[in-house]
C-alpha cells in the first residue's frame, strides 16, 4: 500500500517539473496572441434580416357596439377597459386609439378599432364575437379630463368622474 502510494506522490511531483506530454500543463502549449478585426457589425447578428416585417400601418375599423366601458383608478393613473361586441366573428388585434387629444371641455375621446379577417365569417352569437380591450393612463394623462368618451360604429360609451 505504501509503494503505490509513494510512486504517485513522487510522479506527482517530478512530471510538472519536465517538459514531456505526460505532464498535464503542457498538453495545450503556450498561448499565441492575435490581432482582432474591430468594427461595428457582429458577425453573429445579421445586419438584414428577411424575416423582419415591413413596417405596415394599422388597419383596424370601429367596432360594431360598444357593451361596456369601466375605469378602475391604479397606482399612477387609470386603466380604461372597453368590451364590444364585433359585427362578425373572427376580430383580432382590438385596440384602443385616440380619436383626437381632449377638447375645450374636458372630453377624452377613444375609438375601439379591430382587424376583420380577409375571408367573410359567420355572424354568430354575440359571445362568440365579443372583444376586450384597455389601455392605461396616467395622471399626468388625465390632467384635465373630466369625461372618457369611446366611440363604436353604432354607439359610444362614456364614463365621468
Do not use: H
Request: one cysteine or more; proline letters at 6%.
Amino acid at each position: 500500500m505504501r509503494t503505490p502510494l509513494a510512486a504517485l506522490l513522487i510522479a506527482t511531483l517530478i512530471l510538472p517539473g519536465c517538459g514531456s506530454r505526460l505532464n498535464p500543463f503542457n498538453w495545450f502549449g503556450r498561448g499565441q496572441v492575435e490581432a482582432v478585426q474591430t468594427g461595428t457589425e457582429n458577425p453573429l447578428i445579421p445586419q438584414k434580416s428577411r424575416l423582419k416585417p415591413k413596417d405596415i400601418p394599422y388597419q383596424g375599423t370601429l367596432v360594431d357596439q360598444i357593451t361596456d366601458l369601466k375605469v378602475e383608478r391604479s397606482p399612477g393613473g387609470a386603466v380604461v377597459r372597453v368590451t364590444a361586441v364585433a359585427a362578425r366573428q373572427g376580430a383580432y388585434e382590438v385596440r384602443l386609439a385616440p380619436a383626437f387629444q381632449q377638447d375645450a371641455k374636458g372630453v377624452f375621446k377613444l375609438e375601439l378599432l379591430a382587424l376583420q379577417p380577409a375571408r367573410r365569417t359567420a355572424q354568430g352569437t354575440a359571445a362568440s364575437r365579443t372583444v376586450t380591450a384597455a389601455i392605461d393612463l396616467t395622471d399626468q394623462d388625465l390632467f384635465g379630463i373630466r369625461t372618457i368618451r369611446v366611440q363604436g360604429a353604432r354607439n359610444a360609451a362614456t364614463s365621468r368622474r
